[in-house]
């Protein structure tokens, strides 16, 4: 039986172990059902955790394909971009960089580990997105919870819900600091967020063309607020495509965690003649743990 001893922990989009957002990962849960993973998630208490099994038969090769579930302290969520760059720099120390393929509960995900620089840095894949509208009453009861006032939105990045592997309400902060100031209902919220089937929601600011601030409020998943959250990430990038923020091939950056005192870098990536997105960052064990 695994405990939280046999968890290795790893931060995601970040060099330095104090930074990033860090995630439980198991290489082999082939022992663990449901319960004992979402267990094993809970006492761990990082916004997410990751179970390797082996992939579905005829899925790849064995060592470069997973089955992979993702499980927070509260729940299984269907994708989580950083502990899916957490888990992919894991393997990569063990068995060199290289191409791996994550089977998760939205699809295959792969995934390409670099060493750059002597550094390893994981860039996943993302399922086909789409962006869909935010409807007006959802959008007043997210700033109601959140304690936020219509004219505290930029009207140039309209809310959005978008999905690249999970759902993500999208909403701009017209001002740097108003993002930074984060103190929402978690209970208003989450029950909103449980309607709308979201992950989190994206919160985000634009401090230049191509460079944003973004934070992530988590409170399904039990957590106040995610500090870099690679799947809203993804869907962040499918977003600012879809409503003409960015060319159509563009890389952009996002800092997060800055405000939580855990800053971490994602970069997205998009790409002409391809609607997925792809993201990108570096990642580190975690000393004296697991």
Request: with cysteine.
């Amino acid at each position: 039986m695994i405990t939280t001893a046999d968890v290795l922990r790893y931060t995601a989009f970040s060099t330095d172990p104090e930074g990033g957002n860090p995630a439980g990962v198991v290489l082999d849960a082939s022992g663990l059902d449901d319960a004992a993973m979402l267990a094993v998630a809970a006492e761990v208490g990082y916004s997410e955790s990751a179970f390797l099994t082996a992939p579905p038969e005829g899925f790849g090769v064995s060592g470069q394909a997973f089955t992979v579930r993702y499980f927070s302290p509260k729940a299984e969520v269907p994708f989580c971009g950083h502990a899916t760059v957490a888990t992919a720099v894991a393997l990569a120390e063990r068995t060199g960089p290289g191409d791996f393929v994550f089977v998760t509960r939205v699809g295959p995900v792969p995934v390409t580990v670099e060493s750059v620089d002597g550094v390893l840095r994981a860039t996943l894949t993302s399922v086909e997105p789409h962006v869909e509208e935010a409807a007006a009453d959802d959008v007043r009861e997210a700033l109601a919870a959140l304690d936020w006032a219509a004219e505290d939105l930029d009207p140039a990045l309209p809310p959005r819900i978008a999905f690249a592997g999970a759902r993500h309400l999208v909403l701009a902060a017209a001002t740097r600091a108003r993002l930074a100031d984060l103190q929402y209902d978690f209970a208003r919220l989450e029950a909103l967020m449980r309607r709308l089937d979201l992950t989190t929601v994206q919160l985000a600011w634009r401090e230049s063309a191509s460079v944003f601030h973004v934070r992530d409020p988590f409170p399904v998943g039990g957590v106040v607020e995610d500090p870099a959250t690679g799947a809203a990430a993804a869907a962040f990038g499918a977003y600012a495509r879809e409503l003409g923020l960015v060319p159509g091939e563009s890389e952009l950056t996002l800092h997060q965690g800055v405000d939580m005192g855990r800053p971490g870098v994602l970069t997205v990536t998009l790409g002409e003649g391809d609607p997925r997105v792809r993201v990108s960052g570096s990642g580190a064990r975690i000393p004296d743990a697991g």
